[in-house]
């Protein structure tokens, strides 16, 4: 399958207020939120981004929207520079590529009804506003409200958090994408509404034929939704494989504690926790060689000293550890 989005070596460094001492030293501490970032996602994949709190997802899913510009590397979409889109190019990009946020009560201002909410894609892009009522009922019945009409006039406030999270996919799917971003759906949803979501996710994606990328900490519900995931840590992807493989036979230590950490619905089985120590490193000063050395179990002096690259190995994984 040909790629729609490819990224090279891409990195996203934010500058943070230096202190006095770092002033005098002439340094420029940054947060390196991603370091050199290289993958493809296949037109009509479904590609899930996993790892926890910091590691740099929200980031990457925002340079794939072109809602911040990379620090340095290349992504490309439908095989031309996202870095060059300006202007009509880049309205028509706009049209293209969506995002559902991970909140509902803040993705919706709360002083437009919702079909202002819904509505307000087609007038930034200039659909004709003869098209606009048409077009807002196909959205609402694609992700399933039920007498549509009836929502048009109420407020964010009026509906519940399953109701509004439909709503922020019918904004995203209003103008037809053919790339969406879904940034942890549904983790300020109740788990009574959750899975229903993730049902619209996924039926909306194969009737539509749609790219998607869905960031995420759980890998239980990527597992729903994706056939291929990345891992990452500290700005960078440490293991890429079919989610299947992901799951079953995990190769890098940190994918392992993830998979080990995901509740197995049986009380008769139990995974071993990897033992894993700490928390996340500062993403200011990370340490020397492989970012995860200094919680990895099997760290090696080798580790301190080399960075280890993402390479392929077998099962499909592309992994980065000195160990494989
Ligand atoms: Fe652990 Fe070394 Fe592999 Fe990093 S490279 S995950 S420290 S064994």
């Given at each position: 399958m040909a790629a729609l989005v490819e990224l090279r070596d891409v990195v996203k460094h934010f500058p943070v207020t230096r202190s006095l001492g770092e002033i005098a030293r002439g340094a420029h501490p940054a947060v390196r939120a991603l370091d050199g970032v290289t993958f493809d996602v296949g037109d009509g994949d479904a590609v899930a981004v996993v790892g926890e709190s910091g590691c740099g997802k929200t980031t990457l899913g925002r340079l794939m929207l072109k809602l911040a510009e990379p620090t340095g590397g290349a992504i490309t979409f439908g095989g031309a520079p996202?870095?060059?889109?300006?202007?009509e190019r880049l309205r028509d990009f706009r049209r293209q590529a969506q995002l559902v946020f991970q909140n509902p009560f803040d993705a919706l201002n709360p002083r437009f009804t919702i079909y202002r909410a819904v509505v307000e894609p087609l007038i930034n892009a200039d659909i004709d506003k003869a098209e606009h009522a048409d077009r807002v009922a196909s959205a609402f019945r694609r992700v399933h409200l039920a007498d549509f009409d009836r929502y048009f006039d109420r407020y964010p406030h009026q509906l519940s958090g399953g109701q509004l999270q439909r709503v922020v996919m019918a904004r995203a799917l209003v103008l037809g994408p053919r790339f969406l971003v879904a940034d942890e759906p549904v983790s300020m949803l109740d788990v009574s509404v959750r899975a229903g979501i993730l049902a619209l996710l996924r039926e909306v994606r194969e009737t539509m034929g749609l790219t998607a990328v869905y960031i995420s900490h759980d890998l239980a519900l990527v597992r729903y939704l994706c056939e291929r995931t990345l891992v990452m840590y500290l700005g960078r992807v440490v293991e890429d494989a079919p989610t299947e493989e992901i799951v079953r036979r995990p190769r890098h230590p940190y994918t392992k504690a993830l998979v080990a950490a995901v509740p197995v619905p049986d009380p008769d089985q139990s995974r071993a926790p990897l033992p894993i120590k700490g928390n996340v490193p500062d993403a200011r000063e990370p340490p020397s060689g492989c970012s995860f050395r200094d919680r990895c179990?099997?760290?090696?002096p080798r580790c301190a000293a080399e960075t280890p690259m993402l390479r392929s190995t077998t099962g499909g994984h592309r992994v980065a550890c000195h160990l494989d």
């Open positions: 996202m870095a060059g889109l300006t202007g179990p099997y760290a090696m």
